[in-house]
């Protein structure tokens, strides 16, 4: 009797460990810095998950996060040398730098929004929602979503998010010409609302993550069409891209 119940203690700790490695405990840190000129105001608001856990993998996650944030905060370039704050002090320090320099009224401001939106036992994927207005005729705004090999503790890059590019393709423009209504007699290049690559037509976007139980696709302003067009999600349902999609998201 005293080994059957050893046993079942060894099988529930065994399973409790399994469940506690396989999931990434985190928090939100939330940071906001502000500097003033007069009336005028650069503001950063950052809103961000730190893995907690104190592992190796929740460590280069951590990093790969701060690395998405600097770049946001250098203009879409990123600097490998610079630190978070040290990025967010520059960001502040040009406002400063332009107050003085110019004399007509304007504020500048970053707010990146960042959740977790997918976890599994071998994937994480993180979405960033950023604000961006430092002068010119209109903000920018733009996402991007960082994903992420839990057991390999290493990020997964586009090439990899998709093992059939094609059929993630045909899915992909299907989509997208019922998004914006295309008829079917008509092509995308026919339309003439959209921005397609000379050789190839229609094309996948940079940004694509998943979200709970579905895989997105993300055509940020600009990307495949102007400004007014806006943004172009396309979601799919995980269970029907086996075989298509990257098996970590599929392994729930």
Same mark, same amino acid.
């Given at each position: ?14 399973? %409790?460990?399994?469940? %506690? ?25 950052? *809103? ?15 990093? *790969? ?23 967010? %002090? ?15 009224? %304007? ?30 005729? *209109? ?7 960082? #994903? ?9 890059? #586009? ?60 055509? #940020? ?24 999609? #990257? ?6």
């Amino acid at each position: 009797m005293y080994r059957i119940a050893l046993l079942c203690v060894l099988v529930l700790y065994s399973c %409790q460990s399994r469940e %506690q490695f396989s999931r990434l405990a985190f928090e939100h840190k939330d940071l906001e810095k502000k500097v003033c000129s007069g009336e005028d105001c650069a503001t950063v608001l950052l *809103h961000y998950p730190f893995f907690t856990d104190g592992t190796n993998t929740a460590e280069i996650l951590n990093e *790969h996060v701060e690395q998405q944030l600097v770049m946001m905060l250098g203009y879409g370039e990123l600097n490998t040398e610079e630190s978070l704050s040290q990025s967010i %002090q520059r960001f502040l320090d040009d406002f400063l730098e332009f107050s003085e320099e110019f004399s007509f009224s %304007q504020s500048w401001e970053v707010d990146v929004n960042a959740e977790l939106t997918f976890q599994n036992k071998e994937a994480i994927s993180i979405r960033f929602d950023a604000y961006n207005y430092s002068g010119g005729a *209109h903000p920018n705004s733009f996402r991007q979503y960082l #994903n992420f090999d839990k057991p390999k503790a290493k990020l997964i890059k #586009n090439e990899d998010l998709l093992k059939d590019y094609e059929s993630m393709y045909r899915l992909g423009e299907e989509k997208f010409r019922s998004y914006h209504e295309v008829e079917e007699s008509s092509s995308l290049e026919e339309d003439g609302r959209f921005f397609l690559n000379d050789t190839s037509g229609f094309f996948l976007p940079v940004s694509m993550g998943a979200e709970g139980d579905e895989f997105v696709l993300y055509y #940020n302003p600009y990307e495949i069409g102007p400004y007014v067009l806006g943004a172009t999600p396309l979601r799919f349902s995980l269970k029907d891209l086996d075989g298509i999609v #990257n098996e970590v998201f599929l392994d729930q």
